[in-house]
């Protein structure tokens, strides 16, 4: 099966095994499927709103992972009714939606889960300083992140657990690679993105703006 080189990175970033992953807004189901057919979780479940793109992921899901080993339940259901169950453990996968509505996803996830703790990967599209404060907010801790570019749009992969060593930062850490020119090109746009934003709110976007501005300052330190 193929698939971008963004869902590639985000099945790439996973070192671990899962009981479930959820492959939320999934659409076309592409992520969920390369998934199964890596068999890097027992179990897959496939969640979107929109009925035809269910319908047709149904059919997609019934003839080509029928066979015993795979495991799959596809819902058609707005992401806001979910509720996680406590059972195993579980990883929670929101990609190809805005920054406003990833949040809102994890935070009602986070209020319904009768889990005590799903890990989560967020590949959400621009505001990603607003995702990663919800994230911090939530206590949860850094497993990795990564810069992935396709057809000319930067997205970051960020992947938190509640279990794990390395704090989230609002702005990114380890994903820069300042001898990259294409990090450099993401970084400037990313700066750009916030002050466009401020001219509606100073306030609230030039902290923003400042945190970004100085990722580079500590990297000329040295
Ligand atoms: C651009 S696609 C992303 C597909 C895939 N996750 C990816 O990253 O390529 C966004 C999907 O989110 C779904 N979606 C939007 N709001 C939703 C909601 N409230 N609940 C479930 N799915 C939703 C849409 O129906 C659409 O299929």
């Not at 929101?94 to 990833?102: N, W």
């Not at 621009?126 to 997205?155: C, K, Q």
Request: proline letters at 2%; hydrophobic letters at 35%; a neutral charge.
């Amino acid at each position: 099966m193929k698939i971008g080189h963004r869902l590639n990175q985000i099945v790439e970033i996973i070192k671990r095994p899962y009981f479930r992953i959820w492959d939320c807004c999934c659409d076309h189901g592409l992520l969920g499927m390369a998934l199964l057919d890596k068999r890097v979780a027992n179990e897959v479940y496939f969640i979107d709103v929109l009925e035809k793109q269910i319908n047709s992921l149904r059919q997609k899901l019934s003839r080509f992972f029928r066979k015993t080993g795979y495991q799959w339940q596809i819902y058609c259901k707005d992401l806001n009714q979910v509720v996680i169950p406590e059972q195993g453990d579980q990883l929670v996968i929101i990609a190809g939606v805005g920054s406003d509505k990833t949040v809102q996803f994890i935070e009602s996830l986070k209020r319904k889960s009768l889990a005590d703790t799903f890990d989560l990967i967020v590949c959400s599209v621009h505001g990603n300083y607003h995702v990663r404060s919800a994230l911090i907010d939530f206590g949860y801790r850094l497993l990795d992140e990564r810069i992935v570019e396709e057809n000319g749009r930067f997205y970051e992969i960020i992947y938190v657990s509640h279990n794990a060593d390395e704090v989230v930062s609002p702005v990114g850490d380890k994903m820069w690679d300042w001898s990259n020119p294409q990090h450099i090109t993401y970084w400037r746009k990313t700066i750009q993105h916030y002050q466009k934003k401020a001219l509606g709110n100073k306030y609230q976007f030039l902290p923003i703006i400042n945190a970004y501005q100085r990722l580079r300052d500590d990297e000329n330190e040295y």
